[in-house]
């Protein structure tokens, strides 16, 4: 029955803090302070006007130039001296928290960078390029030469790998056997008369220096090579406004790096985000003389959360927490009563990581059912990881066979996140059942949802499901459906709530992102349930509702102090808030005005507007 899922697989308010009267936890909003000095004003201007239109029919002509300097961490670029790059950005839409691809791979950014489309289309996922899709997904060049012949382009690239895979549709193409200053003396020279519209210049100095010595201006010769590749930067833009033809002509200047380095950050820079893998940490510039200052600085990440929480793991600790037998049955609610589940969670890395850092793939982190996955005559019901996601599973009652499971939407791993489950049964006598992640409605399985597009609507179950049994309620480690390494849990769990209701749509998202809960909710006199899970120690972890069903622990454990975010956007939509590699072919598309074709499935945003 497990294919059952395989098949369908998960396809691709905050409400102001409270005091709580039972525990300190602390909840504030938290805004980094790189962008506490960027309000929100700021950021609706990534898409400026373009100049306006002149009544001359002598129009300037759109010309680009495309620089990229490999590991070249964001950070570090804005801490750099950096003279010349900084003095653009007075007329530039840029950011020093941009995104690379998180896959340390220098091969699958360039693609990106050049093809305008992602790993998932482009197939380059290694550094030796086999099993690309680049005929499927080729370069901008060959793009932009397809629709425009007589568009002349030019790349100049230190690496002879990039030459060779990745330059194909330009006119002119060289590689410098990794040495920058020939490939920017080539440039200046390239760049005083020739035509061409396009000309893109790819730099490895700085990666080789952090190579060398480490991924931070800590490390002199690393902060060295960033004001080395600065230095060029300045002489290729002074080469362009030198131009005899300088005046009719309209440069798009990108400045920005393929990705960043390993580095590892101080705690106190660490805000377990994206933003704090150095990897993935590039800079970007773009710049114009018409262009306003636009600094894109980073979105809001979630909120504070801190406490105490214990390392649920699999194989061998089969670590769990157990009510006692004879409090089982008060959480039990037939075939005719509504109810809702919610938990905090915060995942670590899987034991294996070929998939992901944070992929898992079916086992039960909370459920009350005597042990998980699908099988007739096993009635309950589970929350479970799933790849990047998870699922809500139950089963019990006539012709219900193995059971069903409702995918929820992907979340990102080390922060917190909050899942809910409600179950409600209406006057048309089914029972219907509402996911949501971080307060976010979405399943990704069902009623045509995928990963890529989540359906905004909830569930109806077939038949009269009961998901009653003897199990106790369980937090942590669960025998029963998991694959190898893969099912390994290795998770916090904070905050479990069970209502004797169904909350409504508004409560939930209301409420998703608090750190706690006071009797101030509205929903708070039908708790049956709730555990904070945070003791910090011992063995026992209480439950405050009125069944008094305290939990005991199991297998081996550890309590671990935290201070993270909670409800942090994913990856996916932390890269539509600021600019990421796949955004640039699209933004020199557009400079050149050619009509974007749904063909190409471009994945980049376009900041900008021409």
């Not at 040495?179 to 700085?206: I, S």
């Not at 060398?212 to 600065?230: E, W």
């Not at 214990?310 to 927490?321: C, F, H, I, L, S």
Request: positive net charge; contains cysteine.
């Amino acid at each position: 029955m497990r294919d059952q899922f395989k098949t369908n697989q998960l396809k691709n308010k905050l409400k102001s803090m409270k005091n709580f009267k039972f525990q300190s936890y602390i909840g504030a909003s938290l805004f980094v302070a790189t962008f506490a000095t960027s309000c929100k004003s700021d950021f609706d201007k990534v898409t400026p006007g373009a100049p306006p239109v002149s009544t001359n029919v002598d129009y300037k002509v759109p010309k680009v130039l495309y620089i990229i300097a490999d590991g070249a961490r964001g950070t570090s670029v804005r801490d750099a001296e950096s003279i010349n790059i900084k003095s653009l950005i007075g007329n530039s839409i840029y950011t020093w928290t941009g995104l690379a691809d998180t896959t340390k791979t220098d091969a699958t950014n360039w693609a990106d960078m050049v093809t305008g489309v992602k790993k998932e289309k482009h197939g380059v996922i290694s550094e030796d390029f086999v099993g690309n899709k680049l005929t499927l997904y080729p370069s901008i060049f060959t793009r932009i030469k397809a629709t425009n012949p007589k568009l002349r382009i030019a790349s100049f690239a230190s690496s002879e790998v990039f030459k060779t895979k990745l330059t194909g549709g330009t006119d002119i193409s060289e590689s410098f056997a990794g040495n920058d200053d020939a490939t920017k003396t080539r440039m200046v020279e390239f760049l005083k008369t020739d035509t061409a519209a396009l000309v893109l210049g790819q730099f490895t100095g700085v990666q080789t220096a952090g190579k060398a010595s480490g991924f931070d201006n800590s490390f002199a010769p690393y902060k060295a090579a960033i004001n080395a590749f600065d230095a060029k930067v300045g002489e290729l833009v002074a080469a362009v406004k030198a131009r005899p033809t300088y005046a009719k002509e309209n440069w798009l200047v990108i400045i920005t790096s393929n990705r960043g380095g390993n580095f590892t950050l101080p705690t106190n820079l660490d805000d377990k985000t994206v933003f704090s893998n150095t990897n993935a940490n590039v800079f970007t510039v773009i710049y114009n003389p018409s262009f306003k200052p636009t600094f894109i600085g980073k979105p809001f990440l979630g909120n504070s959360f801190a406490g105490s929480a214990v390392r649920y793991k699999g194989d061998p600790n089969r670590t769990a927490g157990v009510t006692a037998a004879d409090k089982s049955g008060n959480f039990n609610f037939g075939s005719n009563t509504n109810f809702s589940i919610s938990v905090k969670v915060k995942k670590g890395f899987t034991k294996n990581r070929s998939r992901g850092d944070y992929f898992y793939q079916w086992p039960s982190i909370l459920g009350k059912r005597a042990n998980s996955g699908w099988g007739e005559g096993n009635p309950g019901w589970d929350f479970s990881l799933f790849y990047n996601g998870w699922r809500f599973f139950a089963s019990g009652g006539p012709n219900w066979g193995g059971g069903t499971e409702i995918g929820g939407l992907d979340f990102s791993g080390d922060t917190w996140h909050d899942l809910t489950v409600v179950i409600e049964k209406k006057a048309d006598g089914f029972k219907y059942v509402r996911v949501y992640t971080d307060g976010v409605l979405g399943t990704t399985n069902r009623n045509g949802g995928s990963v890529a597009t989540p359906s905004k609507t909830e569930v109806r179950l077939d038949g009269q499901p009961n998901f009653d049994n003897n199990a106790p309620v369980r937090v942590g480690y669960s025998p029963g459906e998991i694959d190898g390494d893969f099912g390994n849990i290795n998770i916090n769990l904070a905050e479990l709530k069970i209502w004797k209701v169904a909350l409504p749509d508004a409560v939930v998202k209301q409420y998703a992102c608090d750190p706690t809960m006071d009797s101030s909710h509205p929903y708070y006199d039908f708790l049956v349930g709730y555990w904070h899970l945070n003791e910090g120690s011992g063995s026992s972890m209480k439950d405050l509702g009125p069944f008094e069903a305290n939990m005991t622990l199991q297998g081996t454990y550890a309590w671990e102090s935290f201070t993270d975010l909670l409800c942090s956007p994913t990856v996916t939509a932390l890269g539509n808030l600021v600019p990421k590699n796949s955004d640039l072919p699209a933004q020199i598309i557009s400079w050149f005005n050619i009509p974007r074709q749904e063909s190409w499935a471009l994945d980049g945003k376009v900041w900008i507007s021409n």
